[in-house]
């Protein structure tokens, strides 16, 4: 991994990369707690991650024993890339399973600054599903050229699984966790949290979607696909709407 390609850091200085971090943390913790009001957490399981600026090669991750509404930005611990806490506002427990995950696509991904896992009950149906994520709405066409699969190995606990994890998420944004739930990975806490949002979305639709379904012509899916590649940036419009929706319904992340 090239570290002069991580935020600009070999040009900060230590007080801009406080900041940057801090805006980091506040952006991470905001995160976790829209994943808690959507209703996709899983009490104090599965896994939220972002890089930290700077040359080290730290992200930020939850504390492994707090629910996703109590996360603040002060309480993320940092982590380096073989597992250690480096930093800890105060539980410093990590869970070993998100730690394999989400240091595989933060080593093998020099974009993946935000990583998202979670186990919400449509995704991890969806995902047992043989035929995958299905064109059966505008959400779901817009997530296909983005979505990669990775087949199902256990608890996540083995690191010999970062390689295979790596190999499946190609250069793709979205991976289907095969029986076990969802992942996304952005440039961005705001754009990976996009793309969660979308999936998550299409898997809600997919889930309540009765058979027989009408599937759209090839034609229209193949439209939408190409429609679908500015979807990221959607997360300049998205992210401070969700912002705004998150202070008033759950304050006092930002600590």
């Known amino acids: 991994m090239n570290a002069s390609n991580i935020t600009g850091s070999n040009e900060m200085g230590t007080d801009d990369l406080k900041k940057a971090e801090w805006k980091v943390r506040t952006e991470l913790a905001a995160a976790y707690r829209l994943v808690a009001l959507f209703g996709w957490d899983d009490l104090v399981f599965t896994h939220l991650s972002a890089r930290v600026p700077g040359p080290e090669h730290h992200f930020l991750i939850n504390p492994y024993g707090l629910l996703f509404h109590e996360i603040t930005a002060s309480s993320l611990v940092k982590v380096d890339q073989e597992g250690q806490v480096v930093q800890a506002g105060g539980l410093e427990r990590v869970n ?6 989400h240091s595989a696509v933060h080593m093998g991904r020099d974009d993946a600054h935000a990583v998202m896992h ?5 995704a991890v149906a969806v995902s047992a599903h043989k035929e995958g994520l299905l064109p059966l709405s505008q959400t ?6 983005h979505l990669a699969y990775h087949d199902y190995e256990g608890v996540a606990l083995n690191l010999d699984e970062r390689e295979r994890l790596i190999r499946d998420i190609g250069d793709k944004n979205m991976l289907m966790l095969r029986n076990h739930g969802i992942l996304t990975a952005g440039s961005s806490v705001p754009e990976c949290f996009t793309y969660l949002y979308f999936l998550m979305k299409a898997c809600e639709i997919q889930v309540k979607t009765p058979t027989p379904y009408c599937l759209p012509s090839q ?10 590649q500015s979807l990221g940036k959607a997360s300049a419009l998205t992210w401070p709407a969700l912002t705004r929706l998150l202070d008033s319904k759950n304050p006092g992340y930002a600590v």
């Open 118 to 122: 979670v186990h919400a009950a449509d």
């Open 96 to 101: 070993p399973a998100g730690f394999t995950i």
């Open 140 to 145: 779901g066409m817009l997530c296909l050229d």
């Open 219 to 228: 034609e229209a899916i193949e439209t939408t696909r190409e429609q679908s």
